[in-house]
């Protein structure tokens, strides 16, 4: 129990475009959903909080304009990084955690974006 | 100061081996504490998770928390070349966001 799943497994774009990266909790329903970004031999940097139906709550540094995210449904949330430069070149991991007390976040395989 | 601390290694140890991996941190509010494994491009795995002090088993795994210390271990027994990853300790309090640590990058050589 408890997969996430992502979409795609790797991407690259060139530099302008824009790029929607997919997460869905397969055998739950993620009333919760957090958006992180590593880079290579560093830890987890948390991007943004969505919860289902609301407006997403960004990380103080984080472009809201930039990174737009949509918790469309308990079962999927989107990323989109939009007008990508090769600085947004990252590792993108999503996360979702269900219902209310439940506090273990179930992470997704992750999503490579290389920006050229 | 980082609210965790993390040595990122590299921790390289026999196969066989017993290997302790540790964090600590200075947010005394902290009372969920995780560890996750992190297999190179891939998402991190909840490993353990404990509520408050004390000690937590697993299998070959064994987490420890000492809230006075504000120290917190992961052990491993017998350990296996399967076993090499990062290792992610992570922390939060009754209601906010998940602290991580910066990941121990582990080797067990054959």
């Known amino acids: 129990g408890a997969v996430v799943s992502q979409h795609p497994s790797w991407v690259i774009c060139k530099s302008g475009t824009s790029v929607k990266i997919e997460c869905r909790s397969l055998d739950f329903q993620a009333t919760t959903m957090f958006w992180y970004r590593q880079f290579p031999k560093q830890s987890l940097m948390l991007m943004a909080t969505s919860n289902e139906g609301s407006k997403a709550t960004y990380e103080q540094g984080v472009e809201k304009d930039k990174f737009l995210i949509n918790h469309a449904s308990l079962t999927l949330s989107t990323l989109t990084v939009t007008s990508a430069h090769p600085e947004d070149s990252s590792f993108y991991i999503c996360?979702?955690?269900?219902?209310?007390?439940?506090?273990?976040?179930?992470f997704g395989p992750g999503t490579r974006l290389t920006v050229t | 100061q980082k609210e965790v601390e993390q040595d990122p290694g590299p921790l390289s140890v026999p196969e066989g081996a017993i290997v302790s991996l540790n964090c600590t941190y200075s947010n005394s509010a902290f009372q969920y504490f995780m560890w996750y494994r992190q297999y190179s491009r891939k998402g991190p795995e909840l490993l353990m998770y404990?509520?408050?002090?004390g000690n937590k088993e697993d299998g070959r795994f064994t987490a420890q928390v000492d809230k006075s210390s504000k120290y917190i271990s992961l052990f491993i027994r017998d350990s296996q070349p399967s076993d090499s990853a990062t290792y992610l300790c992570a922390m939060k309090g009754s209601a906010s966001k998940i602290i991580f640590g910066s990941g121990t990058r582990l080797s067990i050589r054959p």
């Open positions: 996360s979702a955690r269900g219902g209310q007390g439940v506090y273990e976040q179930y």
């Open positions: 404990t509520y408050s002090s």
